[in-house]
């Protein structure tokens, strides 16, 4: 079966400072590994993916992050946060032949002026 | 271009009632998706549409959820006889369609926040 964590319910970070959202996956086969972001009262919008390839992925605002497949982990990082990074976090995954995503349940950032 | 439109964005239903939620995915999406979001959780998947063939409905928590999408594009999905946990968001999202064994991103709409009472 397929899962995710999400081990931070919450990370606070200072605006300027760089951030690290976790997430570790399990799944059968190669993995197929998002990261969306959810506005409030608003759907999920795409940040980026890993499908193959360079372990470092880039994305929207400044977003990247790293698939690590020893540790099974995709964190999510910024460089350098903005408040209005502010926001909550999903990490999905899918694989095995399947389309359907299994998410995490969501870490909330919270980036502090 | 125009992004995943889903209506309405608020429904409030009694308890027993039966609704209907629509979704108008991104034009030339083949595949649909439908994820029930209850509070404070991550979406959950319900079912996936390739065309207007159902192709997955696992997630569908019980025979009262019945979803379609007759003609490959407008999807609904129907819920009978309204019970208090089936207060969520009802998420729909679209994708181009799948390129052999891999997967492509899944776009998704503003949802449909249900709440039965």
């Known amino acids: 079966a397929q899962s995710v964590a999400q081990p931070e319910d919450q990370v606070n970070v200072a605006e300027g400072n760089p951030l690290t959202v976790k997430c570790t996956y399990s799944v059968s086969g190669n993995p197929y590994l998002f990261w969306y972001v959810q506005y409030p009262n608003r759907g999920l919008q795409f940040l980026l993916k890993y499908i193959t390839g360079d372990n470092l992925v880039k994305g929207s605002y400044g977003f990247e992050a790293e698939f690590n497949k020893s540790q099974t982990s995709f964190h999510l990082k910024k460089p350098s946060a903005l408040v209005s990074d502010s926001a909550l976090y999903f990490c999905?995954?899918?694989?095995?032949?399947?389309?359907?995503?299994?998410f995490g349940t969501g870490t909330r950032l919270l980036v502090s002026p | 271009g125009a992004g995943v439109s889903q209506s309405p964005r608020y429904k409030v239903a009694k308890r027993g009632q039966d609704v209907a939620l629509r979704c108008d995915p991104i034009s030339g999406h083949v595949s649909l998706f439908w994820y029930q979001q209850a509070l404070g959780q991550g979406p959950e998947f319900l079912t996936y549409?390739?065309?207007?063939?159902?192709?997955?409905k696992s997630g569908l928590p019980s025979d009262r959820f019945f979803a379609e999408r007759p003609e490959g594009s407008v999807s609904t999905l129907k819920i009978q006889r309204t019970q208090q946990e089936d207060s969520a968001v009802y998420l729909c999202a679209s994708s181009p369609p799948p390129q052999g064994f891999t997967v492509d991103t899944q776009y998704f709409g503003p949802g449909t926040r249900l709440t039965v009472l």
């Open positions: 999905a995954v899918t694989g095995g032949g399947f389309q359907k995503l299994v």
């Open positions: 549409f390739q065309n207007e063939a159902q192709l997955d």
